[in-house]
């Protein structure tokens, strides 16, 4: 399957982190940074946490796509989280998607879909009914709901979840090196199957450092997830050889200094 | 300087987005004139899009500055979990260390608490129990640096803020016999720090720099029509409440202070004068943005921050 998206999750990672891992996915044209834990089970998981650090990494960037996915712990009410999903999506400028894990009561997920689609409307109890504000961007905000499957997790839209997946979530284990064209082609078929067109790698923290993972997402597997079927093997072999090239002293003093800015961060 | 609110009104109606973005581009210009802090204010369920998500709007505000601090003025408690607040601070304070400010308190808007499920009776509880179990483990953890701070207008807000550790902000409007009452109550009950951080009186109030009396009446004409639209929060029906609302415009708008930096100079160093060690200049009145506003910004910055700063 070709014309793949690439999104990019650091399960776990702190704020700090995540804007510098946004500088890095829109700087490598990765398709989507995604945040938060889909098993809400590691540190900076909270809705909360993850809404303040979405609205970071939107407020530096200005074209990768924000994916933020709830965990639905506790710590806010679905009118609460509709309203920071307006908020987060206008400082996007309509970049915002949401993905709920599957830990998320069904009837939750309901809820803050409904107040997050138009018309964004609260009913009082007493018969008035108040307008939810800001609305989003977007004119629809995509809303996805993760669910397990034998390729990962498959996240399926919430008004319509026996369509076709738009993403697929798999933990990616190889740290920076460059995957090979077999494991490519693996992921691409394991995409295929699911119906997915957008595959999402999974970095829990502690991740490998952020500027070769990104690099390496960005120049090797984004494109080759791109790529036709026919063009992947040599398109993944040529850019893992730039690649390799590069990051051996033959990066253009704008890379190096993009590489360093980051770096510098990182430490 | 606050106060921004990302509001689009029939004063002068704008996409959110810009106002969002316009909000991040004048606290980097206020960060560049001097300013210690920007601070945001808090409504829900409004036609005018008036940010309900302080914490996020915070967080866009401090990843495109470097050095000014962005505080909330107020977020009201009784609408937000202590958990959802520790894990905001927590966000916070990982991408600006030390430059958040918490400015907490309690609310009014009776539709407000009927969204959330409340009556506006239960706020000042909701409000003690929820600052309780910010301010202690295992959400204080997540604050780190951040100050707490706490929106008040009464002594026994004061009081409250006292008995919690945490700094005051003062709202505007209140008069300088109560001011000073509050002050001698929190100073009296010796305030500790909520969060490792000392802890200070400020206050806010409404001014604006202006020599020149015809630019003089358009901007009170703005600073009227800006209250005439907040008046609606404080009156059940507005529409039956019309002589309620008017007697507010004229007592809110009088309260501000608008003219030369002389006069601004003398309200602000009176209030220095009765114990307010923090000032939230609010500057952000509906329709007076773009040049206007940076100009009061620079003629705030220089010809009235530095008499203060001297002690005139």
Same mark, same amino acid.
């Given at each position: ?123 009082? !109890? ?6 939810? /504000? $800001? %609305? +989003? #961007?977007? =004119?629809? *905000? &995509? @809303? ?50 699911? !119906? ?6 999974? /970095? $829990? %923290? +502690? #991740?490998? =450092?952020? *500027? &070769? @993972? ?54 | ?312």
């Amino acid at each position: 399957m070709s014309g793949l998206r690439t999104g990019w999750a650091l399960p776990g990672a702190d704020s700090r982190a995540i804007v510098d891992a946004a500088h890095l996915a829109e700087r490598w044209n990765i398709d989507t940074l995604w945040l938060g834990d889909p098993q809400a089970r590691l540190a900076n998981s909270d809705d909360s946490y993850v809404m303040v650090s979405a609205a970071a990494a939107a407020a530096v960037t200005s074209h990768v796509r924000i994916g933020v996915i709830l965990s639905g712990q506790a710590s806010a009410c679905a009118l609460r989280i509709a309203e920071d999903i307006g908020v987060v999506d206008q400082i996007a400028g309509g970049r915002l998607s949401v993905a709920f894990s599957p830990s998320v009561d069904p009837a939750r997920t309901g809820d803050i879909s409904r107040i997050a689609a138009a018309p964004r409307t609260w009913p009082l !109890g007493d018969g008035r009914t108040m307008p939810v /504000t $800001p %609305a +989003p #961007a977007q =004119p629809t *905000v &995509p @809303l996805l709901v993760l669910q397990p499957a034998s390729s990962g997790l498959i996240g399926r839209s919430w008004n319509d979840p026996a369509g076709r997946p738009p993403v697929m979530a798999i933990p990616w284990a190889e740290g920076t090196a460059p995957p090979t064209p077999s494991r490519l082609a693996e992921l691409r078929a394991m995409a295929g199957r699911s !119906g997915a067109d957008e595959v999402i790698l999974l /970095t $829990p %923290a +502690p #991740a490998p =450092p952020l *500027v &070769p @993972l990104a690099t390496v997402i960005g120049t090797v597997i984004a494109p080759a997830l791109r790529a036709a079927d026919h063009e992947m093997a040599l398109l993944a072999l040529d850019a893992t050889r730039w690649l390799q090239q590069s990051t051996n002293g033959v990066a253009s003093p704008t890379e190096i200094l993009c590489l360093s800015r980051v770096s510098r961060s990182e430490a | 300087m606050g106060l921004w609110t990302m509001q689009s009104t029939y004063v002068q109606p704008k996409p959110a987005g810009a106002l969002y973005r316009e909000a991040a581009t004048e606290a980097r210009r206020a960060e560049e004139l001097g300013f210690d802090s920007v601070w945001l204010g808090e409504h829900h369920l409004s036609y005018d899009g008036f940010c309900p998500s302080l914490l996020p709007a915070a967080a866009s505000i401090l990843a495109r500055t470097e050095r000014i601090a962005v505080g909330t003025g107020i977020l009201v408690l009784p609408f937000h979990t202590a958990q959802r607040v520790a894990e905001g601070c927590a966000a916070l304070e990982t991408l600006a260390p030390g430059r958040f400010r918490a400015g907490l308190g309690l609310g009014y808007r009776e539709v407000e608490f009927a969204a959330a499920g409340l009556s506006v009776a239960q706020r000042v509880g909701l409000l003690d129990e929820r600052l309780g179990a910010l301010l202690a483990p295992p959400l204080r953890d997540r604050l780190g640096a951040t100050q707490v701070w706490l929106g008040t207008g009464s002594v026994a807000g004061a009081a409250r803020a006292a008995r919690h550790g945490a700094s005051v902000l003062v709202q505007p409007a209140t008069g300088r016999r109560r001011l000073s009452e509050m002050y001698g109550t929190w100073q009296g009950q010796t305030p500790g720090a909520a969060a490792g951080q000392p802890a200070r009186f400020g206050a806010m109030a409404d001014v604006w720099v202006e020599d020149d009396e015809r630019q003089l009446e358009w901007v009170t004409a703005r600073v009227r029509e800006t209250w005439r639209q907040y008046s609606n929060f404080w009156c059940d029906d507005p529409v039956t409440e019309q002589d309620r609302r008017e007697m507010l415009v004229e007592q809110m708008s009088g309260t501000a202070v608008l003219g030369s930096p002389a006069k601004v100079t003398d309200h602000l160093a009176g209030l220095i004068e009765l114990g307010v060690d923090s000032l939230v200049l609010r500057i952000r009145f509906d329709g007076l943005d773009g040049r206007v506003l940076d100009r009061c910004l620079e003629r705030l910055s220089a010809e009235v921050l530095p008499q203060l700063r001297m002690g005139r």
